[in-house]
Each structure stands twice: as C-alpha cells, then as structure tokens.
C-alpha cells in the first residue's frame, strides 16, 4: 500500500494483554509475553513505513498497583527485552530511549537501559521511545519543578527568571527534542488516554481499535495508516 501521508510520531498504548489470555484460559503473564511479540513486529512495520519516532506505552506508574506476580513479570519481560532486541537495533539503526522516572525500577533495569540508550545513541533511521515507569502528569509535574529552580536559582543570583513559553516548557519534558506524536494508537477497545502524554497529544490524531495488543500486528497497521492518511487536521483554523 502506498500512503502519502505517513505519521512521523506514531504513539501506541498497548492495552489487552491480560484479556487476550483470558479469552484463552490462560495466565495473563501469557497475554504480556504475546504483546512483546507484538513489540518486535511493531519496530519492523514502523520502519517499513517510515515513521521517524515510535513510542511504546510499557508500563505506567499507576501499573505498580497491580499484583505482585504480574508486576515482577513485566519487569522480567522488560529486562529480557532488552537483552534480546538489541539486534534488531543495531541492524536497523534504530536508537533506544527510555521516558519514566527511576524510583522503584530494579537496578539491573536500569543499567540494561543506560547501556542500550548508549549503545544506540547516534542511530538516525528511526527513534523508538519505550515508557516505563512513566505517567503524563508526573511528567508535567517534574517540568514545572525543574522551571521553578530555575526562578529560584536566577532570584538567587539577582537575575530575570527565565522566560517561558510553550516551546521553553517542551523543553523542559521528558520527551524534550522529540516531535508531538501525529497519532495515538489504543487498542483493546478502551477509549481513555490513561495518563499518556497528555501534554503532547494536544493535536494527536487517535485512532481505536478493538482489537488487543498481542494480536495487533501488519494488518493493523496498515489500518491505523490508512485511517490517518484520510485525516484533515486543522489546529483550531479553517480549511
Ligand atoms: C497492557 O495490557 C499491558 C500493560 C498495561 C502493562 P493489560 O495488562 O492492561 O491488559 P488488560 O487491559 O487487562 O486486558
Ligand atoms: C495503560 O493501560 C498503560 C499501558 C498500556 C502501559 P492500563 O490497562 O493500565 O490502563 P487502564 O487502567 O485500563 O486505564
Ligand atoms: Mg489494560
């Protein structure tokens, strides 16, 4: 399919893990290792299109309430991740970052992060943003705490604040240099931003659909594309 209008952020909260297993009397740790596939098969259609950033929604603060069992597995899954998609990084020049707070991440996490996000730093084709550990409003939170050092900082020096408009507080996110995603994907059939960057999606295209994360996969991609290739965005003016 030819699309000439190819989203250059696609942003994916990938929901219906738990409920795909248990459609088939299975675990939901079995529905979080099928979405890891879908992971995989995600980074290779994005780069088949050509979307320039890809973010991934892994697991949010408010996850941490979940059991502990199911917790522990998407720690591991993210650790094994890491590990066994690097490949798939260095062979397409795809570079690695991770949007989230730290606190309560394991430590070995951690570090698999720092050594991918260096390892992959210069890759230019395409940038796949994993959020994990991450929520929109900690986010907004923690720049309007890094702005107001700043003032306090220039106060202290009998300096002028820092001026700040819209693209000075872009800056100061955790997204900071990375383009407003153009489309959000859900799947599952929730309709609800549930805590994704509710900043940058001011003018976001979404799109639902009903189908859950493990089995989203070419066909419904090329879906989500046509649907916003059809889209006429506007930013509040007329056409
Ligand atoms: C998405 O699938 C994965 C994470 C939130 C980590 P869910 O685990 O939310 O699956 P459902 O929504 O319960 O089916
Ligand atoms: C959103 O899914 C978070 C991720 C996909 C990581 P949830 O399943 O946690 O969202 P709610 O609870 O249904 O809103
Ligand atoms: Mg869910």
């Not at 698999?112 to 986010?139: H, Q």
């Not at 489309?183 to 999606?201: A, P, V, Y």
Request: glycine share 8%; charged share 30%.
């Amino acid at each position: 399919m030819t699309l000439d209008n190819i989203p250059r952020h696609v942003a994916i909260i990938m929901d219906g893990n738990g409920r795909w297993a248990r459609q088939r009397g299975l675990n939901r740790i079995f529905g979080h290792r099928q979405g890891a596939e879908s992971v995989r098969e995600c980074c290779k259609q994005a780069l088949v299109y050509g979307v320039e950033y890809l973010s991934l929604f892994a697991f949010s603060e408010e996850n941490w309430g979940r059991p502990k069992e199911e917790v522990d597995a998407l720690m591991s899954l993210m650790l094994d991740s890491l590990i066994n998609e690097k490949k798939l990084f260095l062979d397409n020049d795809i570079r690695f970052r991770v949007i989230g707070k730290t606190d309560g991440v394991p430590e070995e996490i951690i570090r698999g992060i720092g050594e991918l996000e260096e390892a992959t730093k210069d890759f230019k084709t395409m940038t796949l943003l994993v959020f994990f550990n991450y929520s929109g409003k900690w986010d907004i939170v923690q720049a309007a705490s890094a702005y107001a050092a700043s003032v306090a900082e220039a106060v202290r020096a009998g300096e002028n604040p820092p001026a700040l408009d819209r693209g000075d507080f872009d800056g100061l996110l955790a997204t900071s240099g990375v383009p407003d995603p153009d489309l959000l994907i859900r799947t599952s059939g929730e309709k609800r931003l549930s805590n994704f960057m509710l900043w940058q999606c001011a003018y976001t295209e979404f799109y639902f659909t009903d189908v859950f994360w493990p089995d989203f996969r070419e066909k419904e991609w090329a879906s989500a594309l046509e649907s916003y290739s059809n889209r006429e965005r506007r930013y509040g003016k007329i056409k």
